[in-house]
């Protein structure tokens, strides 16, 4: 029961917005509708990719581009890699826990996750068109500054313990 008490406490509200305000609560019922669509509609491409990966990409070859040893140059592709995704965040983190499982580094994985969420490319060209290219590179700036400050925290602060509990994590799935 434990294990469903969101979703009964989410149909619950419903119902109750539903009661309170009949047009409130099929609007509600609508935009979760179309919610549950698109993130049902990105996953596909997502499993597809990580089972390409899985399949197509042997540990070794993930170790030296994105491993321990791979130094800034590993740093660099998982940020580029971010860059340029364009599926929501959630659907990336299957992709995160690939890389940790081919035996990526803690902070590549991290980079990737932070990038694709604050610097994607598409999200970058819009803002140039709308706001400008001084803010866009100025923003551009400042979030790359932070995803590389951030992965590199994270790491730093995660104890030898965590982080293999992390990849054991990664290895089960």
Same mark, same amino acid.
């Given at each position: ?7 009964? %406490?989410?149909?619950?509200? !419903? ?19 179309? %919610? +549950?669509?698109?993130?049902?509609? =990105?996953?596909?491409? &997502? ?8 399949? *197509? &990409?042997?540990?070794? +070859?993930? /170790? ?26 959630? =659907? ?6 690939? #890389? ?10 991290? #980079?990737?996750?932070? /990038?694709?969420?604050?610097?994607? &490319?598409?999200?970058?060209? !819009? ?5 400008? *290219? ?11 500054? =932070?995803?590389? =400050? ?10 030898? /313990? ?12």
């Amino acid at each position: 029961m434990k294990r469903y008490l969101l979703l009964f %406490s989410s149909l619950l509200l !419903f119902l109750i917005l539903w009661a309170l305000d009949p047009a409130a609560g099929t609007q509600a019922l609508r935009l979760t509708g179309q %919610s +549950a669509r698109t993130f049902l509609l =990105a996953l596909p491409p &997502v499993f597809l990719c990580v089972g390409l990966l899985e399949v *197509w &990409v042997p540990r070794p +070859a993930m /170790a030296a581009l994105m491993g321990e040893q791979a130094g800034w140059r590993g740093a660099g592709l998982a940020f580029l890699l971010g860059m340029v995704t364009a599926v929501p965040f959630y =659907a990336l983190l299957p992709v995160a826990a690939m #890389l940790l499982k081919k035996g990526a580094r803690i902070r590549n994985m991290l #980079l990737f996750l932070c /990038a694709s969420n604050a610097v994607r &490319v598409p999200l970058w060209l !819009f803002e140039a068109g709308a706001l400008g *290219w001084t803010f866009a590179l100025v923003r551009l700036g400042v979030n790359t500054a =932070a995803v590389f =400050a951030t992965a590199q925290l994270i790491e730093w602060l995660l104890t030898p /313990a965590q982080r293999t509990a992390l990849y054991r994590r990664a290895e089960e799935l």
